[in-house]
């Protein structure tokens, strides 16, 4: 029998992908001649931005470190591409305020740049996502004991704002199986304050599909 691993990317890549997804498809259909539906829109990419910021952010100072701590130079790749996602995220954000500044035709056609670079941006990325679930997971369970990885994941988790946390879950409820959200529930559960854990319980319930919630509280009770 396989030794069950802690996969330390899997759950919010999963959330990350959906975020980037939905961004791309939303983009695709906005009619950037349409007041309201332009600004919708950019309010989807300015959280995406933020969320791709805060994710790397809190892999840089929870993972990384621990990791170079027993692998010096694994993580210097992944540390480029943290880089290149800044500067790519940089030119997005440009390209949003130029939208929010334009009128008329002007902004139609930076509409269809925004939905162009995005995806370009977006297949850098998944690049970036793959390498971090093999190659750096793969370091991970290489240099650290199952609860010494348990226990970096709780870390990074503290780092949360609390402020953020419903936030993240709703996307993570919104993007994982059955595999992924219940232990993280089950986590908190055994974890939170009472009255935390059943509010996460409760939001869980409401994101969650309900063929998805019943399992979820099949395996945690
Ligand atoms: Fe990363």
Same mark, same amino acid.
């Not at 980037?20 to 349409?34: E, I, K, M, P, R």
């Given at each position: 029998?396989?030794?069950? #691993? $802690?996969?330390?990317?899997?759950?919010?890549?999963?959330?990350?992908? $959906? +975020?980037?997804?939905?961004?791309?498809?939303?983009?695709?259909?906005?009619?950037?001649?349409?007041?309201?539906?332009?600004?919708?829109?950019?309010?989807?990419?300015?959280? +995406?931005?933020? !969320?791709?910021?805060?994710? &790397?952010?809190?892999?840089?100072? @929870? %993972? $990384?470190?621990? +990791?170079?701590? #027993?692998?010096?130079?694994?993580?210097?790749?992944?540390?480029?591409? $943290?880089?290149?996602?800044?500067?790519?995220?940089?030119?997005?954000?440009?390209?949003?305020?130029? %939208?929010?500044?334009?009128?008329?035709?002007? #902004? !139609?056609? +930076?509409?269809?740049?925004?939905?162009?670079?995005?995806?370009?941006?977006?297949?850098?990325?998944?690049?970036?996502?793959? &390498?971090?679930?093999?190659?750096?997971?793969?370091?991970?369970?290489?240099?650290?004991?199952?609860?010494?990885?348990?226990?970096?994941? #709780?870390?990074?988790? =503290?780092?949360?704002?609390?402020?953020?946390?419903?936030?993240?879950?709703? !996307?993570?409820?919104?993007?994982?199986?059955?595999?992924?959200? =219940?232990?993280?529930?089950?986590? %908190?559960?055994?974890? =939170?304050?009472?009255?935390?854990?059943?509010?996460?319980?409760?939001?869980?319930?409401?994101?969650?599909?309900? @063929?998805?919630? =019943?399992?979820?509280?099949?395996? %945690?009770?």
């Amino acid at each position: 029998m396989t030794q069950a #691993r $802690h996969y330390t990317y899997r759950a919010t890549h999963k959330a990350i992908r $959906h +975020l980037l997804f939905s961004a791309s498809h939303q983009v695709g259909v906005t009619d950037f001649a349409d007041d309201g539906v332009t600004a919708e829109t950019l309010e989807t990419i300015d959280a +995406l931005i933020f !969320v791709l910021w805060e994710h &790397r952010s809190r892999e840089d100072a @929870s %993972i $990384h470190p621990l +990791l170079e701590s #027993r692998a010096p130079g694994v993580t210097a790749r992944c540390e480029e591409e $943290h880089e290149e996602d800044e500067a790519l995220s940089a030119e997005i954000e440009q390209l949003v305020a130029q %939208i929010r500044s334009a009128i008329g035709d002007q #902004r !139609v056609a +930076l509409g269809i740049r925004l939905h162009e670079q995005l995806n370009a941006y977006i297949g850098i990325y998944l690049g970036h996502l793959y &390498r971090e679930e093999t190659e750096l997971q793969q370091a991970l369970w290489d240099n650290f004991t199952e609860e010494e990885l348990l226990a970096m994941s #709780r870390e990074l988790v =503290a780092t949360i704002p609390p402020d953020r946390r419903g936030y993240l879950l709703k !996307v993570m409820c919104s993007s994982c199986g059955p595999d992924d959200i =219940a232990p993280i529930l089950g986590g %908190i559960k055994a974890n =939170a304050p009472p009255e935390i854990a059943q509010r996460a319980l409760q939001l869980a319930e409401e994101n969650l599909p309900p @063929s998805i919630w =019943a399992k979820v509280q099949s395996r %945690i009770g």
